[in-house]
C-alpha cells in the first residue's frame, strides 16, 4: 500500500531530509532496505573532503523513522569534525540500523547490511558502535573490505571501545588540570551514565585512580555485574541531573544536555563519551559556559575508538594507538584555553579548529 499524493502545501511543512534542521550540507545519505532479513538501515556521508567517511554502525530501537534520521545526519556530521580535529586523513560518516539489536540482529542481515555498504565503493567504511560489536564487524568483513574494529583474531584492531574509554579519561583529566589546577582525579566524585563497551572501561580507570564512582544504566545487570567488578555505588535516585557532583561523565546515548537538563546539572566538568551530548550545540554549550561548567567536547575526546580503527587502515601499531589517543589531553588542554581566550564555548573552538583543517585540504584539493 501507498500513501496518499502528499500536496505541494503538506511537502513543504514536512522537507523530511534536506531540510532537517541536523542536515548540514550531508554529500550523501542512503536508504537501505531488504525485505527479506528486514533491514533498515540509513548511511549517512556527510563530508570526505579530508578522505573517506568512517564511523560506526548504530543499532537501535528507534521511536520512527524520523529519529532515526536525525540520529544518522547528527552522528555523521559529528565525525567529520572528529576525525577534522584528531588529524586522521578521514571524512565522517555514520549508520543507523533501525531495530533491537538484541532480538533483530542476525547474521544474514548484518551481511545485508555489508553489502550496502561495499555498493558505496568505500565512500563510506563501517564500524562498531551502539549495539554492536567486533563479532558483528567480522560478519560484514565477509562480504565487503570497507569495515573496521574487526577482531585481532582476524587480522583488526579489535574493539574500539578500551581505547575510547582511555581517550575520555585523558580528557577528562584535562579537563580537570583546566578547572582545578590538577589533573589528579582522586576523591573527585564521578558519575558515569552508561555502563556498556566504554562506560565500563572508563569505571575501571576511575576507579584505579582513586575517584569516588557512582554508576546509572537502564540495565539493572550490567549495574551489578559493574558494581561488583569494581566496588562502586548505584545511583538509584530520579534525577541524575539535579545531584550534586564533580564530573559528569555522560556514556549513553546523546542529547542528555537538553532545555530539560541544562540548567539543573551541578556538575563542575562534563566529559563522556557519548556522541552528540548537546542536544544544541549553540544553545546548551553557552548556558554551560555561563554557568561556569567545563565542557570538554564530546567528538575531541572520544576520538581514541577512530584512532583505533584507523590503525587497521593505515598499519600503524599499538603504540602509536596510544600515543595518538594520549595526545587527546593536550588538544583539549588546547581547546579550553583557546576558549577562554575567545570568551567561546570549547565546543565551538574545536569546532572552528576542524573546520579550518576541512577548509585548507578543500583548497589544497582545488588547485
Ligand atoms: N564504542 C566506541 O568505541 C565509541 C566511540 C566513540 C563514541 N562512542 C559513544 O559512546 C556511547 C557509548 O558507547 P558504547 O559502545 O559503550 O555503547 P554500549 O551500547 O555498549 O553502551 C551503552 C550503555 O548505555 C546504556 N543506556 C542507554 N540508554 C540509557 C539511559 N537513558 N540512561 C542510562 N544508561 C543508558 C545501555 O544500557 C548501555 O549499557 C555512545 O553514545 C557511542 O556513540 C562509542
Known amino acids: 500500500m501507498t500513501s496518499d499524493v502528499l500536496s505541494s502545501k503538506e511537502l513543504s511543512k514536512i522537507d523530511p531530509v534536506f531540510g532537517q534542521l541536523s542536515f548540514d550540507n550531508h554529500e550523501q545519505i542512503v536508504f537501505c532496505n531488504d525485505k527479506d532479513t528486514g533491514l533498515k538501515a540509513i548511511i549517512g556521508i556527510h563530508n570526505t573532503v579530508l578522505g573517506p567517511a568512517l564511523g560506526g554502525t548504530r543499532m537501535w530501537n528507534y521511536n520512527n523513522e ?13 565525525m567529520t569534525f572528529k576525525s577534522a580535529i584528531t588529524g586522521l586523513n578521514l571524512g565522517g560518516g555514520k549508520a543507523v540500523i533501525i531495530g533491537d539489536a538484541k532480538t533483530q540482529k542476525t547474521p544474514e542481515l548484518m551481511k545485508r547490511f555489508g553489502e550496502f555498504v561495499h555498493s558505496l565503493s568505500g565512500r563510506y567504511i563501517t564500524a562498531e558502535d551502539v549495539g554492536m560489536d567486533t563479532a558483528d564487524m567480522d560478519i560484514v568483513r565477509e562480504v565487503t573490505p570497507y569495515v573496521t574494529g574487526i577482531s585481532e583474531s582476524k587480522g583488526g584492531a579489535g574493539n574500539p571501545s578500551p581505547i575510547t574509554a582511555y581517550g575520555v579519561f585523558m580528557g577528562m583529566k584535562a579537563a580537570a588540570q583546566f578547572k582545578y589546577g590538577s589533573d589528579v582525579l582522586e576523591d573527585k566524585h564521578v558519575f558515569v551514565q552508561g555502563i556498556g563497551h566504554v562506560g565500563e572501561s572508563l569505571v575501571e580507570h576511575l576507579v584505579n585512580e582513586g575517584a569516588k564512582v557512582t554508576i546509572a544504566d537502564i540495565n539493572q545487570e550490567r549495574l551489578e555485574d559493574v558494581r561488583s567488578k569494581y566496588n562502586v555505588a548505584i545511583y538509584n535516585g530520579n534525577d541524575i541531573y539535579s545531584e550534586k557532583m564533580d564530573i559528569y561523565a555522560p556514556c549513553a546515548l546523546g542529547a542528555t544536555i537538553n532545555d530539560n537538563t541544562v540548567r539543573k546539572i551541578q ?21 554551560l559556559k555561563d554557568r561556569n561548567i567545563v565542557y570538554a567536547p564530546d567528538f575531541l575526546i572520544n576520538a581514541g575508538g577512530i584512532i583505533n580503527v584507523y590503525a587497521e587502515l593505515e598499519n600503524y601499531d599499538r603504540q602509536e594507538i596510544i600515543r595518538k589517543t594520549e595526545n587527546i589531553f593536550n588538544t583539549t588542554i588546547e581547546i579550553l584555553d583557546r576558549a577562554k581566550e575567545g570568551d567561546v564555548t570549547p565546543n565551538s ?7 579550518e583543517r576541512i577548509e585548507m585540504r578543500k583548497r589544497e584539493l582545488e588547485k
Open 267 to 287: 556538575a563542575d566538568i562534563i566529559a563522556g563519551a557519548a556522541n552528540n551530548q548537546l542536544a544544541n550545540e549553540v544553545r546548551h554549550g553557552e548556558i
Open 349 to 355: 573552538a574545536a569546532l572552528s579548529i576542524a573546520k
Open 66 to 78: 524520523w529519529e532515526a534520521l536525525n540520529d544518522v545526519l547528527r552522528l555523521s556530521r559529528g
